[in-house]
């Protein structure tokens, strides 16, 4: 493993740390999509079936377990324990219209027609967008509170340094996955509007708010 990687793993675990104490300190999920924690819990269960079936490292298992039961821990309090203050009206994104493209395409790109290699592939497709009805309610909503930012902050932080893992892997294992690489691409640009106002607004001590 390289620094890259572990970096980013630490960088993704932080998000979801921030995300649940947010969440469990002010007892409420207002400004956080339902429906984004919904495809991020479907993206690790797919991703991490190989639990079952081999064992990389502990730090690996650990990790998947982790990231698995964060992803449904995030969901139960959304959707169950916190139910009341959850902000239905404005997350009305149609993960529908992601989630059928993305097995379409799982189906057709993918390096072995496995149910396993599958099943990772789409979760590989799925997580690129899966942030989409997050950022989506933002600009309906037309803020986001400071925890929630530092969230979306985090992952695209966890984003970015995988592609410089990517390129550590290219260049000194010789390894390269361009499934991975461009799907990881792609949410990396999502993310980048979202980093220039979180650069100029919540660096500077502001509320993020979206420009009129």
């Avoid at 990231?67 to 994104?93: C, E, G, R």
């Avoid at 970015?160 to 892997?169: D, E, S, V």
């Amino acid at each position: 493993m390289n620094v890259f990687r572990l970096v980013g793993d630490l960088s993704h675990l932080l998000g979801i740390f921030l995300l649940l104490f947010k969440i469990w300190q002010t007892r409420s999920c207002a400004g956080l999509s339902g429906k984004s924690q919904i495809m991020f819990a479907v993206v690790f269960t797919t991703r991490y079936l190989d639990l079952l079936t081999t064992f990389v490292s502990l730090y690996n298992s650990v990790m998947k377990v982790i990231f698995i039961v964060s992803a449904f821990a995030t969901v139960f309090l959304i959707y169950v324990k916190f139910k009341a203050t959850y902000d239905i009206n404005h997350d009305t994104f149609r993960i529908e219209f992601l989630i059928i493209p993305v097995a379409g395409l799982a189906l057709l790109v993918n390096h072995e027609f496995s149910v396993l290699e599958i099943l990772w592939t789409f979760s590989i497709y799925l997580e690129s967008v899966a942030i989409l009805p997050q950022l989506f309610m933002i600009s309906k909503t037309g803020e986001a509170e400071s925890i929630t930012s530092h969230y979306l902050f985090a992952l695209g932080i966890y984003r970015g340094l995988y592609i410089f893992n990517w390129i550590y892997r290219y260049y000194f294992e010789g390894f390269f996955d361009l499934i991975a690489v461009v799907a990881g691409c792609v949410q990396t640009i999502l993310y980048c509007d979202f980093f220039y106002l979180y650069v100029t607004r919540v660096w500077k001590g502001k509320k993020l708010t979206l420009p009129a």
